[in-house]
């Protein structure tokens, strides 16, 4: 099993609509865990980082249940700019990156 | 405020050989990780430096080291480069009391042939 699991993707959405991507986490001990983004060919870009049960930025809500070990964000009112790769990531000493799950926003 | 910063932009090798890259941390970071990223996979952890020391490491070869000097920049160095080793190189730096928080530099392509 994989530290770090994610939906496989892709996203295929209209703008407007509203998105939920998972993630599920191998180690019950970890404290820490973010969201990024990362557009083709570029670095990944910190979004969100989530500590507690949640955490909310605007269009984006972060969840965290640590009972099931998962992660999920959602975004509401999907932008043609919200098309990326959304890496879910386990932190710690040894930080762990999921695959990743691409978004499509479709005008 | 200066972000991470990374160079080269690109480097091509040919098997065999051996590649230094290096990365500048963002103002106020001391920590400094790296990271492969190859196509259509997330980045995988490598190492991380503080205190210009390795303080944690993921499964790659001892041909993969590194090296943090007093000012907290870093270097990653691969030795007997391997066609396997094509990738994206991504540096990333934290501030070690934050909680993790990483913020990434563009990353070094490397391409090996």
């Known amino acids: 099993r994989k530290e770090v699991e994610q939906d496989p993707g892709p996203f295929n959405v209209p703008e407007g609509a509203t998105v939920a991507f998972n993630c599920t986490y191998s180690?019950?001990?970890?404290?820490?865990f973010f969201w990024y983004r990362q557009d083709c060919r570029k670095e990944p870009k910190l979004l969100m980082s989530?500590?507690?049960s949640g955490n909310e930025d605007g269009r984006f809500t972060a969840q965290l249940n640590r009972a099931s070990q998962y992660i999920s964000l959602l975004i509401r009112d999907s932008k043609l700019s919200d098309s990326a790769t959304y890496l879910c990531?386990?932190?710690?000493?040894?930080?762990?990156f999921g695959a990743g799950t691409r978004l499509f926003v479709k005008a | 405020d200066a972000g991470v910063t990374q160079s080269p932009t690109h480097l091509i090798k040919t098997r065999g050989q051996q590649v230094t890259l290096r990365c500048s941390p963002k103002?106020?970071?001391?920590?400094v990780s790296w990271y492969q990223q190859a196509l259509g996979q997330g980045p995988q952890f490598i190492f991380q430096?503080?205190?210009?020391?390795?303080?944690q490491r993921g499964n790659f070869p001892d041909r993969f080291s590194g090296h943090q000097f007093p000012n907290y920049s870093s270097e990653l160095n691969v030795n007997a480069l391997l066609l396997g080793d094509s990738a994206l190189y991504l540096c990333?730096?934290?501030?070690?009391?934050?909680?993790?928080?990483?913020?990434f530099g563009p990353g070094t392509r490397l391409t090996v042939t």
């Open positions: 103002s106020g970071h001391d920590t």
């Open positions: 990531v386990m932190g710690g000493f040894k930080t762990i």
């Open positions: 990333a730096s934290s501030f070690a009391g934050q909680g993790y928080e990483q913020y």
């Open positions: 430096y503080y205190e210009e020391e390795e303080r």
């Open positions: 989530v500590y507690s």
């Open positions: 180690n019950s001990a970890s404290q820490s």
